[in-house]
């Protein structure tokens, strides 16, 4: 299964103009990257090498700051294993806060320029607040030394690390990177092929087969989708619809939102997500759903279909999860399917993921970096695949122990040249909270989805004038 080396993504986050950056930071980060130890090839696949520091000095502790999701504890546990082989003075200890909390947790922290974590996973989109700020380590002089570029699929490199990113979406080699990628990700369709045979491939043919399934077995319902207005939720499903129609967020050379966001063809594609997708769906479910509400309406036999992070999927595939569905792993799935997002004008799927940034406020610079340095290693990628993650490079994501790792992650490898992100830019959580809150009254069913374009496009131009006027 071939991952091209292409789409589009966002950038991520360091601590430009800081003394613990630039420069300075090159200079050490790069003198860690440098050592054999640091960068030598494992002799195993899960990355044994010997670091310098093996088995000398004091214990260390590197604190990650994450959101709680399955994710956040098989990073811990993996880390903690095979981590351990190479340097068993260091632990990593996983800080993972709800995810309404998860920005606040770190840029408060952030804020006082001062951090009781070291290694903080954000979020793709909040790279360009975390530069700006100072916040995060000048990662390129060590990546120069710890990683090659070719081996990563090139959109995703670019996502979870670059600040800016180029135009293009790819890695930028003449670019910064504040990040090195933690987890990848993206939306897949989950769906009874039991029920409704093989997955659809148009977002037409979605539709109608759900409509189909929910007609023809009484107390199911044909589909299930975020829509919380806890973060990001209802805006990543309203960006979807458009993005799959065709339809732009804005122009990031002009910064115009309105006239694009709220154009006759988006409002034509949000209309079909609130007069003919809602009605397939459990009555007041959408509004407040996220990664468990879809998963249990799956596993509990609720609906036919549904949208959902690859990376929140784990154990759905159990008896202990889905446990209504049959009692081996084999008996679900024969009935549970997974697909990449059905296409329409385009074949755009919405890109998830984060890469791990270095707090410029940390105590263990050393330690952090010959961590990333060891995580970064293509026979610990494969093995993180191998463990449940979802790895970032291109060799892991086609090997054998990812494919058959997980019964979703074909799907993932099928979407990775086709994911897209929001805006790449440091006031990201300004536009999201009027992305998310107004696209969740849509999907609450209290609000047209005109009247939420309208408003969403509206409320976010004052935030581009004021950027072009130079007022932020």
């Given at each position: 299964?071939?991952?091209?080396?292409?789409?589009?993504?966002?950038?991520?986050?360091?601590?430009?103009?800081?003394?613990?950056?630039?420069?300075?930071?090159?200079?050490?980060?790069?003198?860690?990257?440098?050592?054999?130890?640091?960068?030598?090839?494992?002799?195993?696949?899960?990355?044994?090498?010997?670091?310098?520091?093996?088995?000398?000095?004091?214990?260390?502790?590197?604190?990650?700051?994450?959101?709680?999701?399955?994710?956040?504890?098989?990073?811990?546990?993996?880390?903690?294993?095979?981590?351990?082989?190479?340097?068993?003075?260091?632990?990593?200890?996983?800080?993972?806060?709800?995810?309404?909390?998860?920005?606040?947790?770190?840029?408060?922290?952030?804020?006082?320029?001062?951090?009781?974590?070291?290694?903080?996973?954000?979020d793709s989109q909040w790279i360009g607040e975390a530069v700006e700020g100072g916040h995060v380590l000048d990662l390129t002089?060590?990546?120069?030394?710890?990683?090659?570029?070719?081996?990563?699929?090139?959109?995703?490199?670019?996502?979870?690390?670059?600040?800016?990113?180029?135009?293009?979406?790819?890695?930028?080699?003449?670019?910064?990177?504040?990040?090195?990628?933690?987890?990848?990700?993206?939306?897949?369709?989950?769906?009874?092929?039991?029920?409704?045979?093989?997955?659809?491939?148009?977002?037409?043919?979605?539709?109608?087969?759900?409509?189909?399934?929910?007609?023809?077995?009484?107390?199911?319902?044909?589909?299930?989708?975020?829509?919380?207005?806890?973060?990001?939720?209802?805006?990543?499903?309203?960006?979807?619809?458009?993005?799959?129609?065709?339809?732009?967020?804005?122009?990031?050379?002009?910064?115009?939102?309105?006239?694009?966001?709220?154009?006759?063809?988006?409002?034509?594609?949000?209309?079909?997500?609130?007069?003919?997708?809602?009605?397939?769906?459990?009555?007041?479910?959408?509004?407040?759903?996220?990664?468990?509400?879809?998963?249990?309406?799956?596993?509990?036999?609720?609906?036919?279909?549904?949208?959902?992070?690859?990376?929140?999927?784990?154990?759905?595939?159990?008896?202990?999860?889905?446990?209504?569905?049959?009692?081996?792993?084999?008996?679900?799935?024969?009935?549970?399917?997974?697909?990449?997002?059905?296409?329409?004008?385009?074949?755009?799927?919405?890109?998830?993921?984060?890469?791990?940034?270095?707090?410029?406020?940390?105590?263990?610079?050393?330690?952090?970096?010959?961590?990333?340095?060891?995580?970064?290693?293509?026979?610990?990628?494969?093995?993180?695949?191998?463990?449940?993650?979802?790895?970032?490079?291109?060799?892991?994501?086609?090997?054998?122990?990812?494919?058959?790792?997980?019964?979703?992650?074909?799907?993932?490898?099928?979407?990775?040249?086709?994911?897209?992100?929001?805006?790449?830019?440091?006031?990201?959580?300004?536009?999201?909270?009027?992305?998310?809150?107004?696209?969740?009254?849509?999907?609450?069913?209290?609000?047209?989805?005109?009247?939420?374009?309208?408003?969403?496009?509206?409320?976010?131009?004052?935030?581009?004038?004021?950027?072009?006027?130079?007022?932020?």
């Amino acid at each position: 299964m071939l991952v091209v080396l292409a789409g589009c993504s966002s950038g991520d986050d360091d601590a430009s103009g800081d003394p613990t950056s630039g420069d300075a930071t090159g200079t050490e980060a790069e003198t860690t990257a440098g050592t054999d130890d640091a960068t030598e090839p494992a002799d195993e696949g899960t990355g044994e090498t010997e670091t310098a520091a093996a088995g000398d000095g004091e214990p260390v502790e590197l604190s990650v700051v994450w959101f709680e999701w399955a994710p956040a504890q098989l990073l811990e546990d993996f880390a903690n294993q095979e981590y351990s082989k190479v340097n068993p003075n260091v632990t990593i200890s996983m800080d993972a806060v709800p995810n309404p909390q998860w920005h606040d947790a770190i840029f408060t922290q952030f804020a006082a320029r001062q951090t009781d974590f070291d290694i903080a996973i954000l979020d793709s989109q909040w790279i360009g607040e975390a530069v700006e700020g100072g916040h995060v380590l000048d990662l390129t002089e060590f990546a120069a030394e710890s990683i090659n570029p070719d081996d990563y699929p090139q959109n995703l490199l670019s996502a979870y690390g670059q600040y800016p990113r180029a135009e293009d979406g790819l890695y930028d080699p003449a670019g910064n990177l504040y990040g090195l990628p933690a987890l990848a990700d993206s939306y897949v369709l989950v769906y009874r092929k039991d029920l409704i045979g093989e997955p659809p491939a148009t977002w037409d043919e979605m539709i109608d087969k759900a409509a189909a399934c929910q007609e023809e077995n009484e107390g199911m319902y044909g589909l299930a989708f975020h829509g919380s207005g806890g973060s990001d939720e209802a805006a990543v499903m309203l960006n979807t619809q458009l993005w799959t129609h065709g339809g732009e967020i804005w122009d990031p050379q002009e910064l115009q939102v309105e006239g694009i966001l709220n154009s006759p063809e988006n409002i034509e594609a949000a209309t079909q997500l609130t007069d003919e997708m809602l009605p397939l769906t459990p009555p007041g479910f959408v509004g407040t759903a996220f990664i468990s509400e879809v998963n249990a309406a799956m596993a509990q036999g609720q609906t036919c279909m549904g949208f959902n992070w690859v990376a929140g999927l784990e154990g759905l595939q159990t008896p202990e999860v889905s446990g209504a569905l049959g009692e081996t792993e084999e008996e679900i799935l024969e009935k549970l399917g997974f697909a990449r997002v059905p296409t329409d004008e385009t074949e755009i799927v919405s890109l998830g993921g984060m890469g791990m940034s270095v707090s410029a406020y940390t105590e263990n610079e050393q330690e952090v970096l010959d961590f990333l340095a060891w995580f970064q290693q293509p026979e610990v990628q494969v093995a993180w695949g191998a463990f449940g993650g979802v790895p970032a490079q291109t060799a892991a994501l086609e090997s054998d122990e990812f494919l058959s790792a997980r019964p979703w992650n074909p799907a993932f490898v099928e979407s990775v040249e086709d994911l897209k992100d929001f805006w790449n830019m440091p006031e990201y959580f300004r536009l999201l909270d009027i992305h998310n809150s107004e696209a969740n009254a849509m999907l609450s069913g209290t609000q047209s989805a005109e009247d939420t374009l309208n408003n969403i496009a509206s409320q976010q131009q004052e935030v581009m004038d004021e950027i072009r006027e130079g007022g932020l």
